[in-house]
């Protein structure tokens, strides 16, 4: 690859400058180094950057020109020497610079600047590119298929030959319904939990059981994926949904629920924690010495004066619920069905998600594009929450600051 | 809560009646509700601690017997006739062979050692005989004999994969009466199983393949390894720690200590936060819109999935680094700044080597997430069946590969119930690796960490 040659050649000319750029300076002092205005060392790094960054530049436009087809294959080696006599001619500008009174260093530091602001724009840039992504491979999915037999249809049946009814409401229907049962098991654990170790327990507890429940967020979400096929999903199937008649089927939305709940305890209460933790002991303090007993002092005092923190922190769980992609690929089936039983397979957006884009499909058919069109709804909905969420913790973390 | 009298009605008459040893009725529903409540949480603590044991142990029980295999040890006489048909041992000529003549050698060689013991297993055929070994056998042979050609003509002690079935067998997941219903498996083959092994020919040993081997097609899971995988993810981990850190790290230096309070630092603080909780999929989208559609990186390479990994872990690491940043107390920049070190002299010397301990914390935290990471790589096309290692960096990072958490999922979308073994045993290793990175966190944290 001549990018990589020219690559380590501009390396070894950055290299090369700062030795220069450093005893060119010392030489300039004279015999007196406290005349220079900045150190030899930043000399050195203002010819070495100088060298370094057209030559990069030109390699990152030129492999950028590369891949979007502007330039073929072959162009590598022209880019690269591009870059090498940039970094030639930079090396050059920036040795003739140095005199003692050059301010080398408030000019490293400019440079150095403006890459910490290139830096802090690629949050931007990333909210950007999924936003237009989603945006733009949405509108071509709209063209081709009708706005409100997405929105409004209630059935998901994708053919490859086409005449595909794309309807998102199944779909949204099982999301939800599965992050619904998912809160149901997370939030009174986790709030529970959280209570309980904030409130009760000794330090020795608190140091023990706070790391493992840590370690539940820390298991990677395939995990609970496999262990909802592999044990939860039969489990509940031999002892509770084939009884009573409920359903034959291993995964469900029960299994997914319930193992998502799990996989969300940590997340409720390691917030929740944080939330309690935030209640000014003063309020504690007047409640018990009012004569309340601890519970009565948490459930009339703390809860209610952590409650808007609280409510956050389930808004939280919620996004995430609706987020989860492997739990529910592995343990909630694949069919689209609007139903109520909660040990009937259903699927949800991101599973249909995952469907629609793997495997061998064109990008111009609608049951490919119409990922994108869940995944810009997934987005919406996540983001809705989050933002009402990070406004109420906000709110709440000022009301006690 | 007021001046006012109680009435004096009821229990609260009653009350000034009794005597303060002895609980009266109201006193005792309070302090059974106190402990009511008290259960509540330690019941929910519990909960949480038991579904955690669960989950470990049933990964543990289901994957622990990936790491050991039933091997064959049989001699093999490597026909040069049907091996080396020119005769002159050149690898070009020779790998015309096909898998299929090996297969042959290795069937001939089976035929004769368990003929050679005189077994007596009424209804035994020789399909039975020569299935017992791996499909995958002959082409580990065939690859050995072309990395090796004077074996040619030699007769080797050969130490066979057995079929996965067998293996099961071995392991507990397949017994005769499962046999009897399998089209793969018949209770002859089992019977001679048994007795190979009785005479110490058929051994279960640690697999040490496992970890070295790529995947294997369906119908060999007893040959399927997470070689592959493990390097992909590695490749992915070594693109992260290149991107995500120092632009991770430089943003954050940025927001904490230059940016002046003005709307533009404001939206960007805002949408560092929502970004930490768009959904990982929502990534996985952005990757195959941006990076394979429009970029036209190849798919299935572990540059894209570092890339994507990156944009991810990106706020993890942003976030916790500004924690460490905020964490030195302000008497450490007024000091460099008071003997005349510049703004950013006096970060970049004094501020952030300080906040080193709590940055390394929050990034290794972040990796660790982004190896487990699965939903996003699905999109980007890292479930292909891939067998093939790829190339050392920086150019085997465009080349197609695996990831452990995907790898995973790959097998769970399997029909032999072997793979399950296999899905748990990667998730083993992957969980020994998170494990790992946590536990360096922690130690890091404990070691250096400074309270002010």
């Known amino acids: ?401 | 809560m007021t001046d006012m009298p109680l009435p004096q009605t009821g229990r609260a008459g009653a009350r000034t009646k009794g005597s303060l040893l002895q609980a009266d009725s109201r006193t005792r529903r309070r302090n059974a509700a106190e402990k009511r409540f008290r259960a509540y949480g330690v019941t929910a603590i519990a909960i949480a601690i038991l579904a955690l044991v669960f989950l470990l142990t049933t990964i543990i029980r289901d994957g622990a017997s990936a790491f050991r295999q039933t091997y064959l040890s049989i001699p093999v006489t490597l026909d040069a006739e049907i091996l080396d048909p020119q005769g002159n041992r050149d690898v070009a000529e020779m790998s015309r062979v096909l898998t299929l003549g090996y297969g042959r050698v290795l069937d001939a060689a089976l035929d004769r050692s368990i003929g050679s013991l005189e077994l007596n297993i009424p209804g035994l055929s020789e399909g039975d005989v020569d299935g017992i070994v791996s499909r995958e056998a002959s082409a580990q042979l065939r690859q050995r004999v072309l990395n090796d050609p004077e074996l040619v003509g030699q007769t080797v002690e050969l130490n066979v994969l057995v079929n996965g079935r067998i293996d099961g067998y071995f392991k507990g997941r397949v017994t005769m009466a499962s046999a009897e219903r399998d089209s793969n498996v018949s209770p002859q083959q089992l019977l001679l199983a048994d007795a190979l092994a009785e005479r110490g020919l058929l051994v279960t040993r640690f697999n040490r393949e496992f970890i070295t081997n790529p995947d294997a097609s369906d119908q060999r899971p007893e040959a399927a390894g997470i070689g592959v995988a493990i390097i992909g993810s590695v490749y992915m981990m070594l693109v992260v720690l290149f991107l995500a850190v120092p632009i991770g790290v430089a943003a954050s230096i940025y927001l904490e200590e230059f940016a002046p309070k003005n709307r533009i630092t404001d939206i960007i603080e805002v949408n560092i936060s929502n970004l930490a909780a768009v959904p990982s999929i929502v990534f996985g989208i952005l990757g195959l819109a941006v990076f394979i559609n429009f970029a036209g990186l190849p798919q299935s390479a572990p540059i894209v999935g570092g890339l994507v990994l990156t944009l991810m872990t990106l706020p993890t690491i942003i976030i916790a680094t500004r924690a460490a940043l905020k964490a030195v107390p302000p008497s450490i920049r007024d000091a460099a700044l008071g003997v005349g070190a510049s703004k950013m002299q006096s970060v970049f010397h004094h501020v952030l080597p300080l906040a080193m301990p709590g940055i390394l914390t929050g990034t290794i935290i972040g990796l660790a997430q982004a190896l487990g990471e699965t939903a996003p790589l699905l999109l980007i096309g890292m479930v292909a069946f891939v067998r093939e290692y790829p190339g050392g960096p920086p150019e085997g990072l465009f080349d197609p590969a695996s990831a452990l958490p995907v790898q995973v999922y790959n097998w769970t979308q399997r029909s032999d119930p072997a793979f399950v073994e296999r899905a748990s045993g990667a998730i083993i290793v992957l969980l020994i690796f998170l494990l790992c990175m946590n536990l360096l966190a922690v130690y890091l944290r404990r070691r250096f960490e400074r309270r002010w």
């Open chain 1, 1 to 401: 690859m001549p990018l990589s040659w020219a690559l380590l050649a501009s390396l070894a000319l950055a290299a090369a400058g700062y030795m220069v750029g450093r005893s060119r300076a010392f030489a300039s002092a004279g015999a007196d180094s406290r005349t220079l205005h900045s150190r030899p060392t930043y000399h050195g790094m203002s010819v070495a950057l100088l060298a370094l960054i057209p030559a990069l530049v030109i390699m990152v436009l030129g492999a950028l020109a590369r891949m979007t087809g502007l330039l073929s294959a072959e162009a590598g080696g022209v880019v690269g020497l591009l870059a090498l006599g940039a970094a030639v001619i930079g090396l050059g500008i920036g040795v003739s610079r140095i005199n003692a009174g050059f301010m080398a260093r408030n000019a490293v530091e400019k440079i150095v600047l403006g890459f910490l602001i290139f830096c802090s724009t690629i949050a931007i840039a990333t909210t950007l590119g999924i936003i237009l992504s989603l945006v733009f491979e949405t509108g071509n999915f709209f063209s081709q298929y009708d706005w409100r037999a997405f929105f409004f249809g209630t059935e998901f049946v994708p053919r490859f030959e086409g005449n595909s009814r794309l309807g998102v409401l199944p779909l949204l229907w099982g999301t939800l319904y599965i992050s619904f049962i998912a809160l149901l098991v997370a939030v009174p654990i986790g709030l529970f939990g959280a209570i309980y170790l904030s409130e009760y327990a000794g330090p020795r507890t608190r140091s023990l059981a706070k790391p493992v429940i840590e370690v539940l967020a820390g298991i990677p979400t395939i995990v609970y994926g496999l262990f909802a096929l592999v044990t939860v999903g039969p489990m509940l199937r031999d002892a509770i949904a084939q009884p009573l008649g409920l359903g034959s089927s291993a995964s469900s939305v029960m299994t997914a629920g319930l193992v998502m709940g799990i996989m969300l305890i940590p997340f409720v209460s390691s917030l929740s924690d944080d939330i309690i933790n935030a209640v000014p002991q003063s309020l504690r303090d007047g409640a018990l010495g009012l004569g309340s007993t601890p519970s009565e002092t948490i459930k009339q005092v703390v809860l209610p004066a952590a409650l808007p923190g609280i409510v956050g922190a389930v808004l939280l769980a919620a996004s995430r619920a609706i987020g989860e992609t492997m739990i529910v690929v592995l343990g909630a089936g694949a069919a689209a069905t609007l139903s109520l039983n909660p040990f009937e397979a259903m699927t949800t957006i991101t599973v249909k998600i995952v469907s629609q884009l793997t495997g061998d499909n064109d990008f111009s058919s609608p049951e490919t594009l119409v990922a994108f069109a869940l995944g810009l709804t997934l987005f919406v909905i996540t983001l809705c929450l989050n933002i009402v969420a990070l406004i109420i913790v906000r709110k709440y973390r000022e009301q006690y600051e």
